[in-house]
Nanobody, 121 residues
Framework: QVQLVESGGGWVQPGGSLRLSCAAS???????????MNWYRQGPGKERELVAT????????NYAESVVGRFTISRDNAKNMAYLQMSSLKAEDTAVYYC???????????WGQGTQVTVSS
């Protein structure tokens, strides 16, 4: 069973930066490089929304309009890790951030437990 564990969340002042990490493990038939990786977030009283995606090879990334130019998604397939570098953080970025792995062929999907990011002064 694939397991995803997020870390790196916390409290930061507006304008600050945080780097979230997603550690993946438990691969049996396919390895980490077979999965597209996504970061989602769910703010208080809001629906969960897709923030950023990176393809299995890391060659292509996509972002929600609200984070373009401020967030960067990346991955290290040798370490089974995905990252979300967040800068110029705003209060509206406050949310629980989740990583999600989606297999490139079977579409099997796995979620992490989430990490809280709070942006306030």
């Amino acid at each position: 069973q694939v397991q995803l564990v997020e870390s790196g969340g916390g409290w930061v002042q507006p304008g600050g930066s945080l780097r979230l990490s997603c550690a993946a493990s438990g691969f049996t038939f396919s390895n980490f490089s077979s999965y597209k990786m996504n970061w989602y977030r769910q703010g208080p009283g809001k629906e969960r929304e897709l923030v950023a995606t990176v393809t299995s090879t890391g060659s292509t990334t996509n972002y929600a309009e609200s984070v373009v130019g401020r967030f960067t998604i990346s991955r290290d397939n040798a370490k089974n890790m995905a990252y979300l570098q967040m800068s110029s953080l705003k209060a509206e970025d406050t949310a629980v951030y989740y990583c999600k792995a989606i297999h490139r062929w079977t579409s099997a999907a796995y979620w992490g437990q989430g990490t809280q990011v709070t942006v306030s002064s």
